[in-house]
């Protein structure tokens, strides 16, 4: 279960008296919640009948669905596009994820953590972090699978490009990338593991996403997964 502080923590951030939904948002997100898992809840309309602050509003009626659903439920609110870019809402996402992220049902199998941070590093790329997302969509709504793989390596070339300040296609970086790993005191084994994941990209493009469409979500899950630890690591490691 989630405990009451955490889901009071919760509606502190996003029942915020200044930034956070109005009274008539909490009403209809959680009515349309309600519907969907047919559950009861006490503030369904706006104005609220006992006239209690939204962050009670949507505390009270958080309790009346089950965990499953609450995680759900806050985790969606924390992905509305009026706070993309709130640091307390993406502190929250994450502590929802890591802390109760078991809870989920569905079909998503990716690191959300490590996926929510790349987001937060490629922050500075704005073509990198597009072409990430174009990836993501794609992969979250189950659809072309294939194309978002292309999507991935694309985004990590254009990272590659952007800080070594270039036009070289992904397989023509690996002398740039084991130059600045040396120079900021990392180790040659790590550029190696880099030589190894072009290889990879190359190696498996040519082989099915050149040639058959036929791309397996578990297969595409792990290159995420790789690639978002790379990324992740390139822009730290160009930042020192």
Not at 206 to 234: A, C, G, P, Q, W
């Amino acid at each position: 279960m989630i405990p009451i502080t955490f889901l009071s923590h919760a509606c502190d951030i996003l029942a915020d008296t200044n930034a956070g939904l109005t009274g008539s948002n909490i009403a209809e997100y959680c009515a349309a919640y309600a519907v969907d898992y047919n559950v009861d809840i006490p503030y369904g309309t706006y104005p609220f009948f006992d006239s209690p602050n939204k962050r009670t509003a949507l505390l009270k009626n958080l309790q009346a669905f089950k965990p499953e659903q609450q995680y759900v439920i806050i985790k969606e609110l924390c992905e509305l596009d009026k706070w993309s870019d709130d640091p307390k809402i993406k502190d929250l996402k994450i502590k929802l994820i890591s802390r109760y992220g078991g809870l989920f049902q569905g079909s998503e199998c990716i690191n959300e953590i490590l996926i929510e941070e790349t987001k937060h590093w490629l922050e500075p790329y704005a073509k990198s972090k597009q072409n990430y997302l174009y990836a993501l969509d794609k992969f979250n709504n189950g659809v072309f699978l294939r194309n978002s793989l292309d999507d991935l390596r694309l985004s990590l070339e254009l990272l590659l490009q952007e800080i070594f300040g270039n036009s070289k296609s992904l397989e023509n970086q690996i002398n740039e990338v084991g130059s600045m790993v040396i120079s900021k005191g990392g180790s040659k084994e790590f550029a190696n593991m880099f030589q190894k994941l072009v290889e990879y990209y190359t190696k498996y493009q040519n082989t099915y996403i050149k040639h058959d469409d036929r791309v397996m979500e578990l297969e595409i899950e792990f290159i995420f997964e790789l690639t978002s630890s790379f990324m992740k690591h390139f822009v730290r490691l160009s930042d020192r």
